[in-house]
Protein backbone atom coordinates (compact mmCIF):
# COMPACT_ATOMS: atom_id res chain seq x y z
CA UNK A 1 0.00 0.00 0.00
CA UNK A 2 2.77 2.43 0.73
CA UNK A 3 4.44 1.36 -2.55
CA UNK A 4 1.72 2.45 -4.42
CA UNK A 5 0.99 5.62 -2.60
CA UNK A 6 4.40 6.39 -2.93
CA UNK A 7 4.89 5.49 -6.69
CA UNK A 8 1.51 7.79 -7.42
CA UNK A 9 2.86 10.48 -5.21
CA UNK A 10 6.19 10.51 -7.45
CA UNK A 11 3.77 10.16 -10.78
CA UNK A 12 2.52 12.99 -9.67
CA UNK A 13 5.86 15.24 -9.12
CA UNK A 14 7.39 13.99 -12.43
CA UNK A 15 3.92 15.25 -14.40
CA UNK A 16 3.72 18.00 -12.40
CA UNK A 17 7.32 19.09 -13.24
CA UNK A 18 6.59 18.13 -16.91
CA UNK A 19 3.58 20.47 -17.24
CA UNK A 20 5.53 23.28 -15.30
CA UNK A 21 8.46 22.88 -17.68
CA UNK A 22 6.20 22.67 -20.78
CA UNK A 23 4.44 26.13 -19.83
CA UNK A 24 7.71 27.65 -19.47
CA UNK A 25 8.64 26.52 -23.20
CA UNK A 26 5.34 27.60 -24.87
CA UNK A 27 6.55 31.70 -24.40
CA UNK A 28 9.16 31.53 -26.35
CA UNK A 29 7.75 29.18 -29.00
CA UNK A 30 4.97 31.70 -28.84
CA UNK A 31 7.39 34.63 -29.70
CA UNK A 32 9.14 32.35 -32.26
CA UNK A 33 5.84 31.52 -34.10
CA UNK A 34 5.00 35.18 -33.57
CA UNK A 35 8.70 36.15 -35.22
CA UNK A 36 7.53 33.43 -38.54
CA UNK A 37 4.15 34.81 -38.93
CA UNK A 38 5.76 38.68 -38.83
CA UNK A 39 8.13 37.88 -41.04
CA UNK A 40 6.12 35.84 -43.35
CA UNK A 41 3.58 39.16 -43.95
CA UNK A 42 7.03 41.00 -44.91
CA UNK A 43 7.70 38.21 -47.48
CA UNK A 44 3.74 38.58 -48.73
CA UNK A 45 4.08 42.61 -48.44
CA UNK A 46 7.38 42.50 -50.60
CA UNK A 47 5.97 39.59 -53.00
CA UNK A 48 3.33 42.16 -53.46
CA UNK A 49 5.47 45.20 -54.56
CA UNK A 50 7.61 43.24 -56.96
CA UNK A 51 3.99 41.91 -58.72
CA UNK A 52 3.51 45.82 -59.00
CA UNK A 53 6.78 46.52 -59.86
CA UNK A 54 6.65 44.40 -62.83
CA UNK A 55 2.87 45.31 -63.64
CA UNK A 56 4.59 48.76 -63.79
CA UNK A 57 7.07 47.79 -66.00
CA UNK A 58 5.02 45.73 -68.69
CA UNK A 59 2.47 48.37 -69.00
CA UNK A 60 6.10 51.00 -69.58
CA UNK A 61 7.60 48.74 -72.35
CA UNK A 62 3.63 48.29 -73.97
CA UNK A 63 4.06 52.62 -74.41
CA UNK A 64 7.73 52.49 -75.56
CA UNK A 65 6.74 49.82 -78.08
CA UNK A 66 3.89 52.12 -79.27
CA UNK A 67 6.52 55.66 -79.11
CA UNK A 68 8.94 53.28 -81.22
CA UNK A 69 6.46 52.43 -83.69
CA UNK A 70 5.41 55.99 -84.21
CA UNK A 71 9.02 57.35 -84.78
CA UNK A 72 9.92 54.40 -87.32
CA UNK A 73 7.51 55.93 -89.70
CA UNK A 74 9.13 59.37 -89.52
CA UNK A 75 12.95 57.84 -89.50
CA UNK A 76 13.90 60.49 -91.75
CA UNK A 77 12.70 63.22 -90.22
CA UNK A 78 15.13 62.36 -86.78
CA UNK A 79 18.77 63.70 -86.69
CA UNK A 80 21.69 61.02 -86.20
CA UNK A 81 21.96 62.29 -82.38
CA UNK A 82 18.32 61.66 -81.91
CA UNK A 83 18.80 58.03 -83.50
CA UNK A 84 21.99 57.41 -81.18
CA UNK A 85 20.39 58.30 -78.41
CA UNK A 86 17.06 56.27 -78.85
CA UNK A 87 19.94 53.19 -79.75
CA UNK A 88 22.00 53.50 -76.58
CA UNK A 89 18.87 54.02 -74.51
CA UNK A 90 17.31 50.77 -75.84
CA UNK A 91 20.60 49.45 -75.35
CA UNK A 92 21.05 49.97 -71.80
CA UNK A 93 17.83 48.47 -70.83
CA UNK A 94 18.59 45.37 -72.57
CA UNK A 95 22.09 45.26 -70.75
CA UNK A 96 20.08 46.00 -67.25
CA UNK A 97 17.52 43.27 -68.33
CA UNK A 98 20.17 40.61 -68.80
CA UNK A 99 21.99 41.56 -65.39
CA UNK A 100 18.47 41.04 -64.31
CA UNK A 101 17.53 37.56 -65.27
CA UNK A 102 20.11 36.40 -63.01
CA UNK A 103 17.64 36.64 -60.01
CA UNK A 104 14.44 35.36 -61.89
CA UNK A 105 13.54 31.67 -60.30
CA UNK A 106 15.89 32.32 -57.07
CA UNK A 107 13.20 32.13 -54.67
CA UNK A 108 11.93 29.24 -55.82
CA UNK A 109 14.62 27.23 -55.13
CA UNK A 110 13.83 27.87 -51.22
CA UNK A 111 10.41 26.38 -51.36
CA UNK A 112 12.44 22.92 -50.17
CA UNK A 113 13.75 24.75 -47.72
CA UNK A 114 10.74 26.41 -45.90
CA UNK A 115 8.28 23.13 -47.12
CA UNK A 116 11.02 20.88 -44.81
CA UNK A 117 11.44 23.41 -41.96
CA UNK A 118 7.77 23.76 -41.67
CA UNK A 119 7.34 19.97 -41.28
CA UNK A 120 9.88 20.00 -38.64
CA UNK A 121 8.88 22.90 -36.65
CA UNK A 122 12.07 24.39 -37.23
CA UNK A 123 11.04 27.61 -36.53
CA UNK A 124 14.36 29.69 -36.10
CA UNK A 125 15.24 27.80 -39.97
CA UNK A 126 12.10 29.12 -41.18
CA UNK A 127 12.53 32.53 -40.30
CA UNK A 128 16.15 32.54 -41.44
CA UNK A 129 14.70 31.61 -44.92
CA UNK A 130 12.39 34.32 -44.94
CA UNK A 131 15.28 36.68 -44.15
CA UNK A 132 17.14 35.39 -47.14
CA UNK A 133 13.95 35.36 -49.64
CA UNK A 134 13.67 39.16 -48.30
CA UNK A 135 16.95 40.15 -49.04
CA UNK A 136 16.40 39.02 -52.86
CA UNK A 137 13.10 40.43 -53.03
CA UNK A 138 14.96 43.56 -52.19
CA UNK A 139 17.23 43.38 -54.45
CA UNK A 140 14.67 42.67 -57.46
CA UNK A 141 12.27 45.79 -56.32
CA UNK A 142 15.41 47.78 -56.07
CA UNK A 143 16.16 46.73 -59.79
CA UNK A 144 12.71 46.80 -60.76
CA UNK A 145 12.83 50.29 -59.82
CA UNK A 146 15.88 51.28 -61.53
CA UNK A 147 14.58 49.31 -65.15
CA UNK A 148 11.08 51.66 -64.32
CA UNK A 149 13.08 54.65 -63.93
CA UNK A 150 15.56 53.70 -67.51
CA UNK A 151 11.87 52.87 -69.12
CA UNK A 152 10.38 56.51 -67.80
CA UNK A 153 13.56 58.55 -69.48
CA UNK A 154 13.14 56.68 -72.62
CA UNK A 155 8.99 57.45 -72.88
CA UNK A 156 10.06 60.87 -72.27
CA UNK A 157 12.95 61.00 -74.52
CA UNK A 158 10.48 59.31 -77.26
CA UNK A 159 7.35 61.62 -76.08
CA UNK A 160 9.76 64.52 -76.93
CA UNK A 161 10.26 63.56 -80.41
CA UNK A 162 7.09 64.44 -81.87
CA UNK A 163 8.00 67.81 -82.46
CA UNK A 164 11.28 65.84 -83.66
CA UNK A 165 13.31 68.42 -80.77
CA UNK A 166 13.37 65.47 -78.31
CA UNK A 167 16.42 64.63 -75.55
CA UNK A 168 16.20 61.45 -74.06
CA UNK A 169 19.59 62.39 -71.85
CA UNK A 170 17.32 64.01 -69.45
Do not use: C, W
Not at 145 to 160: A, E, M, P, T
Amino acid sequence: MRKTILMMIMVMLISSTTIVAQNQLRPRENRIRSAVVMTSREVSRSRMIVKEGIRSSREKTYVVQQHLRRVQSNLDSLTPEQLTLIKNSIQEIRTYQEGSNAFLGRIVAYDNRIRKAREEKDYETLIQVYNEILVLQKHRIERLDHYNKLLDRLIKGLSNIGGLDGDITS
